[in-house]
């Protein structure tokens, strides 16, 4: 028996640890583990719930709008406050620029080099390359010169000695599948979509301000529209989002989904590798088309998929306490009812316990509690979020859109439909919705533009931004679709005040450590039969970790030192979902 | 792998543009008088030049949201890549290095080793020191203990964030995880504090290249921030500010006045108490800013900013301030504190606009009870 410990975890968002055990070449056995957490929802405690958004989007910057978009939601659903289709569209916008900006990212720069092998560009020839990328595009930077160029960086940095982030990198490694002119034609988009990926994020900045970190406004937007003055959007403003999303569009199609393709066709082999166990899928939806009120007209469906079944999707309701439930029986944390009990958001606890070994320590003691991430559960079984639970849950929903780039990409690659769960199909999935994304940006900009025409420049629902205007008490729950899956937020408010607050977010979903019926969150139970072909490099472990794209520290975020007991909250009243 | 041991250095770069070494000898002896060095330092500065490297960096991630990575991959000028190619050699981070685990823990400890006393370390985030540290550990070790090895080797230290400059979010009340800025444990090396939630990307960089271009630690003021982007009030800078001086200021979101593009500073704008170059840099390359784009300034470059709120509050009615204060004399109140050429140029050119300023801010009070009432 063999453990494999790999800490830190690179090329993600946060802190994370894996410990696998390797017998015969395969992973028989895996941990997955938090070790980092700071306490958001006890710091939003006391404070106002409209300013609650700004506390809780520094969960993580890397989503960053995700947790802000979530937390305004919910206080929106506590307070009932409609805001105007104006503002729910700007809200579109900037979930869009950032999921694509995001899968981007992800793809070039914490994901390819776990298939691209950076040094084989020195042996690539350049006119070769140019070839590739011309059969398989029509981005203009293609020539053999361009190629050549980037080549001489590469050599250039190579023989300085000094390879900085690519030092120590899985070189040479037997996994490494891609011809040298791939690896080229990979590296030169590196460097592309890092320089690319600046331009569309501006749409946040124009939206709300800034990027990392834009700001928003419960009942609404700030920015406001005024096409006569240039203290709010006007035709400048507006023709400067479109633009910005026009170039995505073509980065997307002409780069990112063509490298997705070409660098997929090298590796089918992972897509029989990497599937996580109960093959249960769940999104909540989002991208609404008319009011996020009305999840029928949402651009991403919500629903659940059970073991891999595509003909059915279940529906969710994240106020059922009996649906989604949380457990701290393999965490570092207690439970009043007993380790071994499971409570919903409302009702949750967070008194923090750590039972792990004294640092510096060699090993986690798994046979204890080993993470500061919980176990989220729906109705006792483990689920799997992100592109690809959403990418499943619309083909089974029968959304044409959908059908059309899946069935493309399968023809394309020449593989059946079971590829799509694994770690290549985790993969593929994020570029696929990317396509979908890119068209969409391009639609609700229109319809945010046709609006304005039509004489519609609302964008803030003011009248109850007042807090005397509130009940004294009120609950409420917001969701979105994050890069990584569904992101949930509740709130309880009591006289003005944030009572309560509980956040259940993707990676705790795909991350957390076991139930007490023993059974595996997606990490673990996908890197269950995962080859091993150096232990002392384990480049397969990234693979198909960094195929779920984690974000720890959105993962991490409860604590209560003293063991508070929080109290529960009994569920009187509905909200509109 | 393998890789030429070979390093790139100045008189690399000139053979391999064709110069002789003899050429290459001219060139120091008169670099070695422009700088003023007697002659017989000529052999020092060949030597420095010709074993001159891309300045080795180590960026540690504690307690953070990776958004200050976010932040500087975002730079316009210089871009990213040719910072991370031509001018530093990011030799360990967590967010963009290929190697993991056991891999890239020793490609830090190798740099560290061979570079020490030498490299940059750049920290994000904040260090928790509750119950021996347990809540944030790296490779089985606590972020408080990697923090003093990384910093004993380091020729200076950029905190890069809130978090790492002030403690941030997490050190917000009630501060679960006992987290701490850098400088409440490291004390004996220089720390430039580069705050804001997170810092403007060209800020960053420009940190970063200051060093890499002119060798040297930018000027910082009292409290450790370059003066060259923490030298100015957002309110100083701020485009909306003769809305500020004629008293017309915006009550509402979407109101007439918002749209208009009034002063927030009723909306609870932090800009007259927050040091930062978002009015003159703005952000993501001068696309905007929060003011520019409707929404109030949060503060988040200013210490302990979380709980100086709540944000919808306008800074009048914060404790602290003073009910009956006004914006200009809260200003005057951080200046003091804050102290340096900056403050002192402020004071002056308000002093200056002394007459101009009562005016407006017998109007803005005239307009504030108009709207109180």
Redesign the interface.
Known sequence: MNRIVVDPITRIEGHLRIEAKVENGKIVDAYSSSTMVRGMEKIVEGRDPRDVWAFVQRACGVCTTVHAIASIRTVEDALDIVVPPNAEIARNLITISHAIQDHVIHFYHLHALDWVDVTKVLEADPKATSEIAQSISKWPNSSPGYFADVKARVKKLVDSGQLGIFTNGYWGHPAMKLPPEVNLLAVAHYLEALEWQKEIIKVHTILGGKNPHPHFLVGGMASPINLDDAGGLNAERLAYIKHLLKQAHKFVNEVYVPDLMAIASFYKDWGAIGESKFKNYLAYGDLPTDNYRNPSSFKWPGGIILNGDLSKVHPIDLENTSEIQEFVYKAWYDYSVGKDKGLHPYEGETNIHYTGPEPPYEYLDVEKEYSFIKTPRWKGMPMEVGPLSRMLIGYASGKEEYKEVIDWALKTLDVPVNVLFSTLGRTAARGLETKLLADWGLEFIDQLLANIKAGDTRMANMEKWDPSTWPDEAKGVGYMEAPRGGLAHWIVIKNQKTERYQMVVPTTWNAGPRDPKGQMSPYESALLGTPIADPANPVEILRTIHSFDPCLACAVHLYDKHGNHVGRISIDTGCAI | ?T??????TYLDALLERGYSRRDFMKFVTFITAYMGLEHSMVSQVAKALETK??I?VIWE???????????F????HP???DI??DS????Y???????????????KQ??MKENYGKYILIVEGAV?T?????????????AV?ILKESAAGAAAIITFGSCSAYG???A???N??G?VPVDAIIKDKPIIKVPG??P??EVMTGVVIHYAVFGTIPELDSIGRPKQFYGKRVHDSCYRRPYFDAGLFAE????EE?????CLYKLGCRGPVTYNA?GFME???G?????????PC?G?SENNF?DN????ERLVNISGFGIEATADKIGKVVLGVAAGGAALHAIATNVLKRKEIKESIESGMENEKHLNS
Request: hydrophobic share 30%; net charge neutral.
């Open positions: 792998m890789t030429s041991q070979q390093k790139e490297k891309r080795p991630h504690f307690q953070e949201c990776t958004g200050c990575t976010e932040s991959i975002r730079s316009d871009i990213v890549a991370i190619l530093i050699s990011l030799d981070t967590d967010t963009l290095m290929a190697a993991a685990g056991h891999n890239a823990e020793s490609a190798k740099s928790p509750k119950d021996g540290g347990v809540y944030c550990t790296i490779a089985g070790r606590t203990d941030g979010v997490q917000a009340y009630p679960p995880t987290s939630c997170p403007i990307s509402s979101y979407d109101s918002a749209k208009k593009g009034y978002c952000w993501n390359n696309v905007s800013f929060p003011i520019k784009s409707g929404y949060i988040c979380w709120g709540p944000f919808q």
